[in-house]
């Protein structure tokens, strides 16, 4: 059963504390994205990865890390640096091998700051 | 940044009717997406339409893009209470090799059964 996996669902966090989404996929996908969802917004770019150990920065990259060791997974780390971190994430992923292919997206991570 | 703008925010019709719904865009496009999100949920891909086609079917749904005025719509016919979700369009491009989706803020739409 192939297909990307968010983990956790739910998760909070204390003011000053790092936390890490996980994102993981089994679709031997090249390129991995993250995104921040706010209420009733859309859908903004955090980072993205074309290749393993490699990386860039979307639209909104501050506060937000991220790492690349292995193809099938993309976990996204909020720091204390992000000033307002609660929101919906986004991991999505995407084949790439020719234009016209559409990204597949994760089930999400509600990230609620206390 | 959002290029995409999407119009109108919400809608509600009865089941049975037709919705429909727009986006707005403001750069050359590679191709132009359309993607669904039910509440609390990830997003599920519903057609694209390439740059040069301007119109495309897909079951019930309906999609146009005319890029001399950068827009495009989704039609949904014969509505369906299951069809409450909310809409996004994102604009394809290809930025130095990478795949770069740029979303609008969404259609909420409601089927009233």
């Known amino acids: 059963d192939g297909g990307i996996t968010q983990s956790p669902k739910y998760l909070f966090r204390k003011e000053g504390q790092n936390v890490t989404l996980s994102c993981e996929q089994n679709?031997?996908?090249?390129?991995m994205y993250w995104y921040r969802q706010d209420p009733g917004q859309g859908l903004r770019l955090i980072y993205y990865?074309?290749?393993?150990?490699?990386?860039q920065k979307g639209d909104i990259a501050e506060g937000y890390s991220v790492s690349r060791e292995k193809k099938e997974s993309f976990p996204l780390t909020v720091t204390s640096a992000q000033k307002n971190p609660t929101a919906f994430y986004l991991c999505?992923?995407?084949?790439?091998?020719?234009?016209?292919?559409?990204?597949?997206f994760g089930p999400g991570t509600r990230l609620t700051v206390l | 940044s959002q290029q995409g703008e999407e119009d109108p925010q919400a809608l509600s019709i009865q089941e049975g009717e037709n919705a429909t719904m727009n986006c707005s865009y403001k750069?050359?496009?590679?191709?132009l997406q359309w993607y669904r999100q039910n509440s609390g949920r990830g997003l599920v891909h519903l057609i694209l339409i390439r740059s040069n086609e301007r119109e495309k079917h897909s079951g019930r749904l309906r999609v146009t893009l005319d890029t001399s005025k950068k827009s495009s719509s989704l039609l949904i016919t014969a509505s369906r209470a299951a069809d409450t979700a909310s809409y996004f369009c994102a604009t394809d491009s290809l930025i130095q090799g990478a795949q770069k989706l740029v979303f609008g803020q969404g259609t909420r739409l409601t089927i009233n059964p």
């Open positions: 679709l031997n996908h090249d390129a």
């Open positions: 990865s074309q290749i393993v150990n490699d990386f």
């Open positions: 750069t050359s496009i590679n191709n």
């Open positions: 999505a992923s995407f084949d790439g091998t020719s234009l016209g292919d559409t990204q597949y």
